[in-house]
Structures are given as structure tokens and as C-alpha cells.
């Protein structure tokens, strides 16, 4: 019996032509990607006899739209489609399971299975635990290929592990680099949704600025749902102003007052980060000490080891040596309930702190309203660019799905958590909507935020 395979595109073509064991396919809409993952399947159980492969999707009416109605109709010559089972028995003996995890609490029924090849179609919508799970079961002892595909647009719970694996590079001890790929399609590249659909790229073109540059341009530093959507690490000219919250380091006038924010962690990364204000108020993140930022600041360093570090750079580092430092910290560390509070063993190495506002959503409207633009483009903040954690991690938090005006704390929130400790020990007023008007532009940008009566620009 025959099998006809449609041409596939060049960005399809490199999918299908790929052999690393994990490989990430898309970053945008319209790339193709659907089928792209039901091709590689179908020649996968064409090449190897007797292969089983898995298609993953959150849930089964979305693997019916987008694959099992389609693989039915394409392998009706090879394959049969056993429902009580969600699976593709082709006449060689290969197989293609069809599963859904809605949430991570699913994840149980991979246990004790094994497949050859898994796709976890759109990935972003998936945790990294549900990642690590489902790619576990990759195993057996057999010639077959052990492979991982991935396919994914920017957003989603999962927006932070696959850019971090995929697009940033950035790789965790026993994680091996040559073990991961990723192949970007937009939707310029996939000809035939141009000819079924000519009109979709007008209508993405057409979308706000945010969603034209995640779902259009794949733009992973940017997606629906960012809760400090008016960041700009990277500068946006706007006429004559150039907006941008990252600048290059400079020397730190002496008379300009220091500040030291801390986020607690053990076990998790925590977040040290010195503030220098000027004499108009505004603040510039000069330097920062961050759980995960380098190897010889490992994840576990106790208090002690953490004050050591800060009392060593405070000492040594131009900025900071001989300056009277303000320090502010998570509540946390003055609970004596279960010992020793964290704060004695900063006192003991004379680091001083007072007790952080916590009041969240507050703390939160004090960091927009630091980040906000006025109408000549200078924010109450800047971030030095040697401060990298601040600068990845501030872009990649999302709003709480049960707390719309709060931050999903699921997310890396370390240093945003430092962050709001600082905007609240110095609390600056918003401009009100009917002052701010008359000096804003109409910024096609979309570099206003609206809450409620007043514009954060």
C-alpha cells in the first residue's frame, strides 16, 4: 500500500531532519508546527517497525482537532485508529499513542510506561515538572531513536523553561547543552497556510504590539499575560526618546544614598540587589547577588554563607565601602518560631535590615509606578546591565490566574520580591490620568498602562 506525503516546508524539512534528543519546534503562530509533529510521527513509524511513539496534548478533544481526525484520514492505508485505547496500530507493528495531561496531578499515569519518541505539543502549556515527567518515559532497550519534540509559542506556565532550555541557553547542572535544539518557524514560512488562509498574517500584523511580536514575530522576551508588561531591556525609540529601563553602568556620585533589598531563600535561589538614589528620587539597581546567577553561588547556601558574602562585598566594592547602606528584607527572616531568627546571623556580621512592607498588591503598584515612563521617556528605575538576573527574570512573570491583581508566585519572583520590598521603602505618587495626558504621546507602542483612574506611562 501507498502512503502520500505532502511536500513539507524548509523549516519542516529541518524538523524532520533532526536527531538531538530534545528539539524544539515553532515560537510563533502559524508555523506549521501541527503538522510538522503528525509527519515525523508517521515516518518514524514508517522507518522503525514496531516503534512507540506518543503525541501529548493537555486535553483529548484538542488531540481529536489537531491530530487524531487528521492521522486517521492520512493513514487510512496503513494504520488503524483504536479508540478505547486512543492509539494507532499500523500493520508493522508501530504504534502512535494519543495522551492528555490536564494538570500535573495527571502525571501519574506515565508512570511505568515507556515510549521511543514523545511530542508534547505545545509545550509552553505544560510545567517543567510535567516536561521532566513525561520525558522520562523515553527509555527502553531496543535500536529505536530516544528522542524528545517540542512544539511551542511564546506564553503559557511553560514560557520560562523552554526559553530558558531552548532560546536562552541558559542550562542547569546535568543538563548537556548538545542535548537540545531549537528550529524557529513564523508564519512566513509555512506556504501552504498562505494558500488555505491569506489573509492570517494581516490579522496577526493587526493584533496589539505585545501579541504581533509573540505570536508574528516569535518574540520570546514578550507574551500575553506579563505582569510587568511595561519593562523595556531592550530600547524602543519613540520620535526623539528612546525608552528603555537597562543602561550601562556608571560611576556613583558618593553623596547618592544606598539601599540593600533581600529576598530570603534556602534551597531556592535568593536575591541580594544595591539600589543608588539620586537627589530627584530615582533609583538605579547597580549591582546584585543572586542564588543561581553563577556556579560559585550555589543554591544552597545557608544564611550564614549568604551574609558572609554580603558583609565581604560591602567591605571591598567602591560603591559600597564606608557607606552608611539602608537595608530592607523579607518579614521572614525575624520568625523565631522554629530557632534562631535569620536576622541574628545578620546582625552577628553587622548587616542591618528593617522588616519589608509585604502587602503585595500595594508593593506591586509601587514598582509599576517606578517603571513607568514619563512624557520625556526617563522611568523612576534603571537597571545597570550587569544585573542580568534582575533583567531575565522581571520579564518572564505572569498575573495569578485566582488573584488578578497579584503576581503568579509559580514563577522565578526572587528578585521581583526584593524589588517590592525596595519600592516600598520609598514610595513615590503616580501622575494622575488628567495631568499625564497632556504630556504623553499617543504611543502606538503601547508603552501606557491603565489602572483604573490613573496612566502609568
Same mark, same amino acid.
Given at each position: 500500500?501507498?502512503?502520500?506525503?505532502?511536500?513539507?516546508?524548509?523549516? %519542516?524539512?529541518?524538523?524532520?531532519?533532526?536527531?538531538?534528543?530534545?528539539?524544539?519546534?515553532?515560537?510563533?503562530?502559524?508555523?506549521?508546527?501541527?503538522?510538522?509533529? $503528525?509527519?515525523? @510521527?508517521?515516518?518514524?513509524?514508517?522507518?522503525?517497525?514496531?516503534?512507540?511513539?506518543?503525541?501529548?496534548?493537555?486535553?483529548?478533544?484538542?488531540?481529536?482537532?489537531?491530530?487524531?481526525?487528521?492521522?486517521?484520514?492520512?493513514?487510512?492505508?496503513?494504520?488503524?485508529?483504536?479508540?478505547?485505547?486512543?492509539?494507532?496500530? /499500523?500493520?508493522?507493528?508501530?504504534?502512535?499513542?494519543?495522551?492528555?495531561?490536564?494538570?500535573?496531578?495527571?502525571?501519574?499515569?506515565?508512570?511505568?510506561?515507556?515510549?521511543?519518541?514523545?511530542?508534547?505539543?505545545?509545550? &509552553?502549556?505544560?510545567?517543567?515538572?510535567?516536561?521532566?515527567?513525561?520525558? @522520562?518515559?523515553?527509555?527502553?532497550?531496543?535500536?529505536?531513536?530516544?528522542?524528545?519534540?517540542?512544539?511551542?509559542?511564546?506564553?503559557?506556565?511553560?514560557?520560562?523553561?523552554?526559553?530558558?532550555?531552548?532560546? =536562552?541557553?541558559?542550562?542547569?547542572?546535568?543538563?548537556?547543552?548538545?542535548?537540545?535544539? /531549537?528550529? +524557529?518557524?513564523?508564519?512566513? =514560512?509555512?506556504?501552504?497556510?498562505?494558500?488555505?488562509?491569506?489573509?492570517?498574517?494581516?490579522?496577526?500584523?493587526?493584533?496589539?504590539? +505585545?501579541? $504581533?511580536?509573540?505570536?508574528?514575530?516569535?518574540?520570546?522576551?514578550?507574551?500575553?499575560? %506579563?505582569?510587568?508588561?511595561?519593562?523595556?531591556?531592550?530600547?524602543?525609540? !519613540?520620535?526623539?526618546?528612546?525608552?528603555?529601563?537597562?543602561?550601562?553602568?556608571?560611576?556613583?556620585?558618593?553623596?547618592? %544614598?544606598? *539601599?540593600?533589598?533581600?529576598?530570603?531563600? *534556602?534551597?531556592?535561589? /535568593?536575591?541580594?540587589?544595591?539600589?543608588?538614589?539620586?537627589?530627584?528620587?530615582?533609583?538605579?539597581?547597580?549591582?546584585?547577588? !543572586?542564588? @543561581?546567577?553563577?556556579?560559585?553561588?550555589?543554591?544552597?547556601? &545557608?544564611?550564614?554563607? %549568604?551574609?558572609?558574602?554580603?558583609? +565581604?562585598?560591602?567591605?571591598?566594592?567602591?560603591?559600597?565601602?564606608?557607606?552608611?547602606?539602608?537595608?530592607?528584607?523579607?518579614?521572614?527572616?525575624?520568625?523565631?518560631?522554629?530557632?534562631?531568627?535569620?536576622?541574628?546571623?545578620?546582625?552577628?556580621?553587622?548587616?542591618?535590615?528593617?522588616?519589608?512592607?509585604?502587602?503585595?498588591?500595594?508593593?506591586?503598584?509601587?514598582?509599576?509606578?517606578?517603571?513607568?515612563?514619563?512624557?520625556?521617556?526617563?522611568?523612576?528605575?534603571?537597571?545597570?546591565?550587569?544585573?542580568?538576573?534582575?533583567?531575565?527574570?522581571?520579564?518572564?512573570?505572569?498575573?495569578?490566574?485566582?488573584?488578578?491583581?497579584?503576581?503568579?508566585? =509559580?514563577?522565578?519572583?526572587?528578585?521581583?520580591?526584593?524589588? $517590592? *520590598?525596595?519600592?516600598?521603602?520609598?514610595?513615590?505618587?503616580?501622575?494622575?490620568?488628567?495631568?499625564?495626558?497632556?504630556?504623553?504621546?499617543?504611543?502606538?507602542?503601547?508603552?501606557?498602562?491603565?489602572?483604573? +483612574? *490613573?496612566?502609568?506611562?
Amino acid at each position: 500500500m501507498d502512503l502520500i506525503l505532502p511536500q513539507p516546508s524548509e523549516r %519542516q524539512k529541518d524538523f524532520l531532519r533532526e536527531r538531538h534528543r530534545f528539539v524544539a519546534f515553532g515560537g510563533a503562530r502559524g508555523g506549521g508546527k501541527s503538522f510538522a509533529v $503528525r509527519m515525523k @510521527a508517521k515516518l518514524l513509524c514508517l522507518a522503525y517497525p514496531g516503534i512507540r511513539v506518543c503525541i501529548v496534548r493537555k486535553t483529548y478533544p484538542e488531540l481529536k482537532s489537531n491530530h487524531i481526525d487528521a492521522l486517521a484520514a492520512e493513514l487510512a492505508s496503513v494504520a488503524v485508529y483504536r479508540s478505547t485505547s486512543r492509539e494507532f496500530a /499500523f500493520i508493522n507493528g508501530s504504534r502512535i499513542f494519543m495522551r492528555a495531561c490536564r494538570t500535573d496531578g495527571e502525571l501519574t499515569k506515565f508512570q511505568g510506561t515507556e515510549y521511543d519518541v514523545v511530542f508534547i505539543d505545545e509545550a &509552553t502549556q505544560f510545567s517543567e515538572e510535567a516536561f521532566r515527567t513525561i520525558s @522520562a518515559t523515553v527509555r527502553g532497550v531496543n535500536s529505536f531513536p530516544k528522542r524528545v519534540y517540542l512544539t511551542c509559542n511564546p506564553g503559557g506556565v511553560g514560557h520560562g523553561w523552554v526559553k530558558r532550555l531552548f532560546i =536562552d541557553r541558559r542550562f542547569k547542572p546535568g543538563e548537556r547543552p548538545g542535548d537540545y535544539s /531549537f528550529i +524557529k518557524s513564523l508564519v512566513t =514560512d509555512n506556504p501552504a497556510l498562505a494558500l488555505s488562509d491569506p489573509d492570517y498574517a494581516e490579522r496577526l500584523r493587526a493584533l496589539p504590539p +505585545k501579541l $504581533r511580536r509573540a505570536w508574528l514575530e516569535g518574540d520570546w522576551d514578550v507574551f500575553d499575560g %506579563q505582569f510587568f508588561e511595561e519593562f523595556r531591556d531592550v530600547p524602543e525609540h !519613540y520620535g526623539d526618546r528612546l525608552f528603555t529601563h537597562v543602561i550601562e553602568p556608571f560611576e556613583i556620585p558618593r553623596e547618592w %544614598q544606598i *539601599y540593600r533589598s533581600y529576598d530570603f531563600g *534556602y534551597g531556592k535561589p /535568593f536575591d541580594v540587589s544595591w539600589w543608588a538614589v539620586d537627589f530627584d528620587g530615582r533609583a538605579y539597581l547597580i549591582l546584585q547577588l !543572586y542564588g @543561581a546567577s553563577s556556579p560559585n553561588v550555589g543554591l544552597k547556601w &545557608t544564611p550564614d554563607r %549568604q551574609f558572609e558574602e554580603i558583609a +565581604k562585598i560591602e567591605r571591598e566594592h567602591r560603591w559600597l565601602k564606608g557607606k552608611n547602606i539602608y537595608g530592607v528584607a523579607d518579614p521572614s527572616i525575624w520568625d523565631s518560631s522554629r530557632g534562631d531568627a535569620i536576622i541574628d546571623s545578620a546582625e552577628r556580621r553587622f548587616i542591618s535590615f528593617e522588616p519589608g512592607d509585604n502587602a503585595r498588591i500595594a508593593g506591586w503598584m509601587q514598582c509599576h509606578y517606578r517603571l513607568a515612563f514619563d512624557g520625556e521617556g526617563r522611568p523612576m528605575v534603571y537597571f545597570f546591565n550587569t544585573c542580568r538576573e534582575a533583567i531575565r527574570t522581571l520579564p518572564l512573570l505572569v498575573y495569578s490566574k485566582t488573584s488578578p491583581e497579584d503576581l503568579d508566585t =509559580d514563577g522565578e519572583d526572587h528578585f521581583a520580591d526584593s524589588f $517590592r *520590598y525596595f519600592c516600598m521603602s520609598r514610595p513615590i505618587a503616580p501622575r494622575r490620568a488628567e495631568s499625564a495626558h497632556e504630556r504623553l504621546p499617543d504611543d502606538p507602542l503601547d508603552l501606557r498602562v491603565r489602572y483604573g +483612574k *490613573y496612566v502609568y506611562s
